[in-house]
């Protein structure tokens, strides 16, 4: 190590607290510390490049240090870099709304901007909830949430959470919500079992309780945190369905599969739903700076729209929402991804992605391979025919990631699950390069023990 590298990791580990890290062990260990970045690859200060393989935690589309993007931001810069949103306006945030509205499923005409993807899913809590209210409808009060949901660290966005080990301790703070299970094919016997659990829960939970529910929050096609669980064709439009029928909103967190992520620009372009509120936010910037935001339908909107006296206003914001430099590298964004067709790409980058990954499937201990577009989940499993996990303390997916890290690409496990979700402008060369590494850190963790 240099002076300086040694100097940086010095300080770090004196002073900086790592988001979802036991620094315990973070501290005992040689830091990643990054200093620039040049299309897909990631370089540290010592020099060694490296492939971002998830997209620097599902963020990154066009790659890293895109002239237009930098280009858009010093351009911002140059006029203001920000003002507020608070009874004002400014350009960029005018000029994405418009665009995000014309990309955005139908119906979603209104763009309530925050800073990050769990802001942008407690205004959609409170919005659901206070739609109901400024109606004069009383009791629909609580949310519906799925088993394994994951939709960010705030109080309200882990009220609707489900993941017992990130969000169980806090339970205690938290209001409660219904929970009905997301469809996992692998875990339930496949794909219509599944889904029919998910269905029948669901209705059950309508057929009873709809007066006291104000809303369904799903990330739709794919629930990320979880592990990269894939619903089976048909699932989310049923839910949107049933949801219509008795009178209870559809959040959709798009944060994670927006963009272009799963093939389509928005997941529920899959399945033509269109929610009654949709959350975005990570590549929303092409994973440049921190903005989000809440699409709302004019339904939803106009339960608001009221002479000031009839108190209907939503009193919510944040300091930087509606950010113009975040704003304006979005928009530049978007128009990269029509300029470049990413969506169209993203299919067929997937489809070669599929075909190099399909023979691990024959190794002893990859249990599920999980894809929708170019997020991929690599389940691995101690039994190949029992389906039984590692146990947790073997952190086989953190020791795979080490080794994928050591071969020259970053990835960040989910429990057992190897991630793959790689920039979207990545090419067949870098994509294939990528998968190999992937599967020689997966072989030889699983089957040559690297790491134990
Ligand atoms: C990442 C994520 C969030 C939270 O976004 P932050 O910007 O980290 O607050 C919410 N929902 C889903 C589905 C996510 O993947």
Known sequence: MTLRSERLAAMNKAHVWHPFTQMKDYNSSDPLIIERGEGIMLYDIQGRAYYDGFSS?????????????????????????????????????????????????????????????????EIALKMAFQYWHNQGVRGKTSFITMKQAYHGDTIGAVSVGAIPLYHEIFRPMLFPSHVIPYPNAYRQ??????????????????????????????????????????MPPGCLSEM???????????????????????????????????????????????????????????????????????????????????NPLGCAVALRSLELFEERNIVEGVKVKASFVEQKLKSLIDRPHVGDIRQKGLM?????????????????????????????????????????????????????????????????????????????
Request: proline fraction near 4%.
């Open 376 to 452: 991929v989940g690599i389940e691995l499993v101690r039994d190949k025919v029992s389906r039984e996990p590692y146990d947790w303390t073997e952190r086989i997916g953190v020791r795979t990631s080490l080794r994928a890290r050591e071969l020259g690409m970053l990835t960040r496990p989910l429990g057992n699950v190897i991630v793959f979700i790689p920039p979207l402008v990545s090419t067949e060369a870098e994509l294939d390069a990528m998968t190999d590494i992937l599967a020689d850190a997966i072989i030889s963790v699983t089957e040559n023990g690297w790491g134990a």
């Open 189 to 230: 016997g496949g794909a219509a079992v599944a889904m029919e659990e998910t269905l029948s829960g669901l209705r059950l939970l309508l057929e009873t309780r709809a007066d006291e529910i104000a809303a369904l929050i799903v990330e739709p096609i794919v629930q990320g945190a979880s592990g990269i669980m894939v």
């Open 240 to 322: 949107a369905a049933l949801c219509r029928k008795h009178g209870v909103l559809l959040i959709a967190d798009e944060v994670a599969t927006g963009f272009g992520r799963t093939g389509a620009m928005f997941a529920c372009d899959h399945e033509e739903v269109s929610p009654d509120l949709m959350v975005i936010g990570k590549g929303l910037t092409g994973g440049y700076l921190p903005v989000a935001a809440t699409l709302a339908t004019d339904q939803v909107y106009n339960a608001f729209y009221a002479d000031y006296e009839e108190q209907k206003t939503f009193f919510h914001g944040h300091s930087y929402t509606g």
């Open 57 to 121: 935690v599902w963020l990154n589309v066009h790659g890293h240090n895109v002239p237009e993007l930098n280009q858009a931001i010093t351009d911002q810069l140059t006029r203001v870099a920000h003002s507020t949103l608070l009874g004002m306006a400014n350009v960029p945030a005018i000029e994405l709304a418009e665009k995000l509205v014309r990309i955005a499923p139908e119906g979603l005409h209104k763009v309530f901007y925050s800073d990050a993807g769990a802001t942008g899913v």
